[in-house]
């Protein structure tokens, strides 16, 4: 089992910035491909950003390019999300996730999430 704890949520005024945290535990693996994902409230849950085992490989939903950064430390187990100039409507539960890394022509497309963490609440006020 892995087990993935989020951090760094809050309340943050619109064209503020917060920063998540991921740490994982357990049977983690260093090889594991991890991204974050939101929802909010009546809505389906959405991948926000992914990152491949080595860090080299990032992708982003198209609402997420340009303001935020997703990056991992291997040797510390845990992923980061930057997120700047935070927007009312990206209010949501920002879930962490770890797995199997996706991969089409050797480009990297995301994960399929089998670990998921407890989620941090985000909330963007205007």
């Known amino acids: 089992q892995v087990q993935l704890v989020e951090s760094g949520g809050g309340l943050v005024q619109a064209g503020g910035s917060l920063r998540l945290s991921c740490a994982a535990s357990?049977?983690?693996?260093?090889?594991?491909?991890m991204g974050w994902f939101r929802q909010a409230p009546g809505k389906e849950r959405e991948i926000v950003a992914a990152?491949?085992?080595?860090?080299?490989?990032?992708v982003y939903a198209d609402s997420a390019k340009g303001r935020f950064t997703i990056s991992r430390d291997t040797a510390k187990n845990t992923a980061y999300l930057q997120m700047n100039s935070l927007k009312p409507e990206d209010t949501a539960v920002y879930y962490c996730?770890?797995?199997?890394?996706?991969?089409?022509?050797?480009?990297?497309?995301?994960?399929?999430?089998?670990?998921w963490g407890q989620g941090t609440q985000v909330t963007v006020s205007s």
């Open positions: 996730a770890a797995g199997k890394g996706q991969k089409r022509n050797n480009v990297f497309l995301g994960l399929d999430a089998d670990y």
């Open positions: 990152i491949s085992w080595t860090g080299l490989n990032t």
């Open positions: 357990g049977r983690a693996r260093s090889t594991y491909a």
